[in-house]
């Protein structure tokens, strides 16, 4: 991985991740995603033990996505707490991944996919350290750094 300054780190950068996303193809990933989640056999038992309403949900996670992608605001939960009680491990993260990159890539340029990506893996990271942290493990970031 090639180190960046601050200077360069697309995540500090003002405004949209990029100038063609909109809400509509956050919608669409997160709804597509979500559908493949649910039935994927990794992913899937967790989810569906976890969520409840599938609609508010996805409407939570679509306001997440426009939050992070566009900077809309629309998003104020603390995401970290729900996913602290779930019974997750490192092929949970690594599925994920693995199904959002894939899903992205499917309605998505590839410059629009790598934005998503670099903000998925470092949520996916940090979700995985809280998460070992939380049950005493030392942990590296495996995704993003």
């Not at 309403?53 to 603390?78: N, V």
């Amino acid at each position: 991985m090639v180190n960046q300054s601050p200077d360069d780190n697309p995540l500090t950068r003002p405004g949209p991740a990029h100038p063609d996303i909109t809400d509509p193809d956050i919608a669409r990933l997160v709804a597509v995603f979500y559908a493949r989640a649910r039935e994927d056999e990794i992913l899937g038992p967790v989810f569906n033990r976890a969520v409840h309403d599938w609609d508010e949900h996805i409407a939570q996670i679509t306001d997440f996505w426009s939050s992070i992608m566009l900077r809309t605001g629309r998003y104020s939960g603390r995401p970290l707490n729900p996913h602290l009680r779930l019974p997750i491990q490192a092929e949970h993260f690594d599925r994920w991944l693995s199904l959002f990159e894939q899903t992205a890539r499917e309605i998505f340029t590839p410059e629009i996919t790598h934005e998503f990506m670099i903000r998925a893996r470092r949520i996916a990271d940090n979700f995985e350290l809280a998460i070992g942290n939380m049950r005493g493990e030392i942990r590296s970031p495996r995704h993003s750094r």
